[in-house]
């Protein structure tokens, strides 16, 4: 896994999984639910027996906070002073453009039209250590299908996806069919524990 620092110390990754389901799992989930879609929103509840989904890829990344990400951070500790709530980020979308990552971006640079989706159950949470914070949204089978999927971003929502990003990943090479599932997980790690 690549680990690169931004300047002011917020070190940023992403773990991105893709599944598929088998011919046994889509005729599971079309058997018990009348189509796609089996409202799972975390990779932990798929509800397929091992082997009928299978992984079809696994990548982990550097990610970077946009400045409007490093003001959210300020923000919420300023709301925890008796200061103006932030503007709640509610999911992550995913765009096409394969462009690096730059703070000044401000979202999504091509939006897959209908791709936001929410964030998973219990996050945005505390990651697995006391300064890291995890983000995670995971799209079902039907949901954010493109061939082509470059880019991802914590946003607000679909309306205002290349204008209230807070982080932005990049370079995913992904082809979600329509019997996929996606996850991806963003990190922040603020600077270094001391020991």
């Known amino acids: 896994m690549v680990r690169v620092l931004d300047p002011?110390?917020?070190?940023?990754?992403?773990?991105?999984?893709?599944?598929?389901?088998?011919?046994?799992?889509q005729k599971r989930i079309l058997d018990a639910f009348g189509g796609p879609g089996y409202g799972s929103d975390d990779i932990d509840r798929i509800l397929v027996p091992r082997g009928e989904a299978?992984?079809?890829?696994?990548?982990?990344?550097?990610?970077?906070?946009?400045?409007?990400?490093?003001?959210?951070?300020?923000?919420?500790?300023?709301?925890?002073?008796?200061?103006?709530?932030?503007?709640?980020?509610?999911?992550?979308?995913?765009?096409?453009?394969?462009?690096?990552?730059?703070?000044?971006?401000?979202?999504?640079?091509?939006?897959?039209?209908?791709?936001?989706?929410?964030?998973?159950?219990?996050?945005?949470?505390?990651?697995?250590?006391i300064n890291e914070f995890d983000w995670r949204t995971f799209w079902d089978t039907g949901e954010g299908t493109d061939s082509a999927i470059e880019e991802a971003a914590i946003v607000t929502d679909e309306s205002t996806a290349t204008t209230s990003g807070v982080s932005r990943i990049n370079n995913l090479s992904?082809?979600?069919?329509?019997?996929?599932?996606?996850?991806?997980?963003?990190?922040?790690?603020l600077g270094t524990l001391a020991v």
């Not at 110390?9 to 046994?24: D, F, K, N, S």
């Not at 992904?174 to 790690?189: A, F, S």
């Open 8 to 25: 002011v110390g917020i070190e940023g990754r992403a773990h991105v999984i893709q599944h598929t389901l088998t011919p046994c799992g």
């Open 54 to 129: 299978v992984v079809k890829k696994v990548l982990h990344y550097h990610n970077i906070a946009l400045n409007q990400g490093l003001e959210h951070i300020v923000d919420a500790l300023v709301e925890t002073y008796g200061g103006a709530a932030p503007t709640d980020r509610g999911g992550m979308v995913l765009g096409t453009l394969n462009t690096a990552e730059a703070g000044t971006q401000t979202g999504i640079l091509t939006l897959v039209t209908g791709s936001f989706k929410a964030f998973a159950a219990t996050y945005p949470k505390e990651g697995g250590a």
């Open 174 to 189: 992904v082809n979600k069919g329509t019997n996929d599932t996606l996850q991806i997980t963003i990190t922040w790690r």
